[in-house]
């Protein structure tokens, strides 16, 4: 397959592919005429990466996931392990992200949103951090 057939198949621009190529994640053959030639190990590769990326591990998250999948003998502890320690990052940034939400939920409903000058909204982003 040619880069195009693999990102129609795959769902990942082209670009993102090459990136992918570049850091090592996948390693397409190259044919006499130096274009890439893509097996279809390459495509359940790249699918991999793209549901992986779709639940927000990074890209060296992902490339651990890909060495324990490539990896007929490893435990799945271990792939659990990172799953796991994602999921908890994912619950602290929800935390501050709701955080956050509060915090401007406040100052919005702390505004009259009416003609006079005086705002509490800017009053609190000028002020000393509030969290």
């Known amino acids: 397959m040619n880069i195009k057939d693999v990102a129609a198949r795959s769902g990942l621009p082209a670009k993102t592919i090459r990136y992918y190529e570049e850091i090592g994640l996948i390693r397409p053959l190259r044919g006499a005429n130096g274009y890439r030639a893509f097996r279809d190990s390459d495509l359940h590769k790249l699918a991999f990466l ?37 999921l908890d990052e994912m619950e602290r940034k929800i935390a501050e992200l709701r955080a956050m939400q509060a915090t401007l939920r406040a100052l919005v409903e702390s505004c009259a949103g009416d003609a006079r000058p005086d705002c509490p909204i800017l009053t609190g982003l000028a002020g000393p951090p509030c969290c």
């Open 50 to 86: 793209a549901r992986a990326r779709g639940l927000g591990f990074t890209i060296e998250e992902c490339r651990k996931l890909l060495a324990l999948y490539e990896d007929r003998d490893r435990a799945s502890a271990d792939v659990k392990a990172l799953a796991e320690a994602h």
